[in-house]
């Protein structure tokens, strides 16, 4: 009789593991995306990095986060050295949800 449990013990070790769950993928939130890109290029600008040349394409960013951008860092240089650390973050979902809110377009880019 203890060949039993034993026997039990090795089939229940050889039967083949339960697949994997598959993972759950949340595509990341527009306005987060936005935000952080914005944040990033603004800090890097802020933080006088080297000009590297890039355009706002090749930041990954679209025309309407461009001219957010543009505000943003000249807002943020226009309040000088008082400028709190939680100020651009801040302003640039601010600047994204806008963005977001705006209709999106459609068609011929060149008409």
């Not at 800090?43 to 986060?65: I, N, S």
């Amino acid at each position: 009789m203890r060949a039993l449990p034993l026997l039990a013990l090795v089939l229940t070790a050889c039967a083949p593991a339960p697949a994997p769950a598959a993972p759950t993928t949340v595509p990341p939130d527009p306005i987060t995306v936005c935000t952080n890109q914005l944040a990033y290029w603004a800090g890097e600008q802020l933080r006088g990095a080297p000009d590297v040349g890039f355009d706002y394409q090749h930041m990954g960013l679209t025309a309407a986060q461009a001219d957010a951008l543009r505000s943003l860092v000249g807002r943020a240089r226009a309040q000088g050295p008082s400028l709190p650390a939680d100020w651009v973050p801040e302003q640039a979902r601010a600047a994204c949800a806008e963005i977001a809110a705006q209709p999106s377009r459609t068609g011929d880019p060149w008409g």
